[in-house]
């Protein structure tokens, strides 16, 4: 009997990582379901468009999905906020929606796809959080919500664990995305700090993170949870001595 597609949603889908992601999953043959605020061109599988940041919208989208494909195999917590601010200049409105869009989006999705979870007894849940959580100046807020879906990893992963689902995180460090990029052009002081920070002198590539997402998705992994994988060229261990 012929295996059918796996059923993949990916939030943040639209650009960067998410994109990356979604291109090399419909290469796999899955079924891809991308969720973002805005649309884009060419998109390989089916795009909502949606505001993440309303839960009332949240929970709508992931009802059309269930109704549409009827269960989903794989999700994975992409979409992410982030509003750099010293600490004495930190806005509470600012640091609401930063908690916010990290978290709500990936509690409410992961609630409403459990189910079909598992009644198939599988299922992958992978949460992209960053390398910011091991500390970063003006980063307060993003690394808070960052480090609270590790936290969400590894609780999830022991509920989850017998049945037959797991749940694991992509650390992300400096990465190419086009939103990188335009914050830090090819030869800034920006470019040159971050560069200084990874010790093989150079940023991941969007299709990189997105190679170590799909080694969490695959059937091969399925005694893998509870983890968080950094990919970020080193940055994690320490700067070289030299």
């Known amino acids: 009997m012929t295996q059918q597609p796996k059923i993949s949603v990916i939030t943040g889908a639209s650009k960067g990582i998410g994109l990356a992601l979604a291109r090399q999953l419909y290469a796999d043959g899955q079924q891809v379901i991308g969720l973002a605020r805005h649309g884009t061109d060419h998109f390989p599988g089916q795009l909502y468009q949606v505001d993440l940041s309303d839960s009332s919208a949240t929970q709508s989208v992931a009802q059309q999905i269930l109704s549409k494909y009827g ?13 750099p601010a010293k600490l004495g200049d930190i806005k509470l409105d600012d640091f609401d929606a930063v908690m916010n869009l990290n978290l709500k989006p990936a509690l409410i999705l992961s609630q409403a796809f459990l189910p079909s979870m598992k009644q198939q007894q599988h299922g992958r849940i992978v949460n992209i959080t960053s390398l910011v959580t091991l500390g970063m100046p003006e980063r307060t807020a993003y690394a ?15 509920e989850l664990a017998k049945e037959g689902i797991t749940v694991n995180a992509i650390a992300p460090g400096p990465t190419e995305t086009e939103l990188f990029r335009a914050n830090n052009r090819p030869g800034s002081d920006g470019e040159k700090r971050y560069l200084a920070a990874v010790p093989m002198g150079r940023f991941a590539k969007p299709e990189e993170v997105a190679a170590a997402i799909r080694f969490f998705l695959a059937e091969s992994s399925g005694i893998i949870t509870g983890q968080t994988l950094f990919v970020d060229g080193g940055a994690s261990i320490g700067k070289q001595p030299f």
């Not at 269960?71 to 509003?83: F, S, W, Y």
């Not at 808070?144 to 022991?158: C, G, V, Y």
């Open 71 to 83: 269960r989903v195999d794989h999700l994975i917590n992409n979409v992410g906020l982030v509003k």
């Open 144 to 158: 808070a919500a960052k480090s609270a879906l590790i936290s969400f990893t590894r609780s999830w992963a022991l």
